[in-house]
């Protein structure tokens, strides 16, 4: 009984604190998406307009997200069963957007103003002897071009 309410008392905790963090962390995305909005990225791998010379440079961002508890229990229930990991979904998609504006922002560190050729890269970072997955890892990564669009 005493580690049922343990349990239950760490999965609450989980759940609260994650959702807290989640929700900051959506909130300050959000707002740097609308500063970065100006540097344009394309999955494209030239630059639409390739007229004259410009300067290109390789920019990249990382970012490690961890998962928390609550998200963790949640995935090994849905693992008995099977079906979509919806527990995981917001924290790829933090990860992933976290990852462009850091890219973003090293290219205008650098006075670049477009970025060409994004590619996304994923890993999951396991711990524990079961393999669970502790973080998600999301490197950003493209051609930042300096151009007159």
């Not at 307009?49 to 390789?58: I, K, S, Y």
């Not at 205008?108 to 973080?135: D, F, H, M, P, Y």
């Amino acid at each position: 009984m005493y580690d049922l309410i343990i349990l239950f008392v760490l999965l609450s905790l989980g759940y609260v604190f994650g959702q807290i963090a989640e929700k900051r962390h959506f909130r300050s995305i959000i707002k740097r998406e609308s500063e970065y909005q100006s540097i344009l990225t394309f999955a494209k791998r030239f630059p639409l307009n390739n007229d004259g010379e410009q300067r290109a440079e390789l920019v990249g961002g990382n970012v490690v997200i961890s998962v928390d508890y609550f998200k963790r229990f949640v995935a090994a229930l849905r693992n008995l069963v099977g079906g979509r990991v919806t527990a995981y979904e917001s924290l790829l998609e933090r990860a992933r957007r976290e990852a462009l504006l850091r890219m973003k922002a090293e290219a205008r560190k650098k006075g670049l103003n477009t970025i060409v050729n994004v590619k996304l890269e994923t890993a999951s970072i396991t711990k524990g002897n079961k393999n669970q997955v502790g973080a998600v890892e999301v490197y950003a990564y493209g051609t930042g071009l300096l151009s007159n669009h």
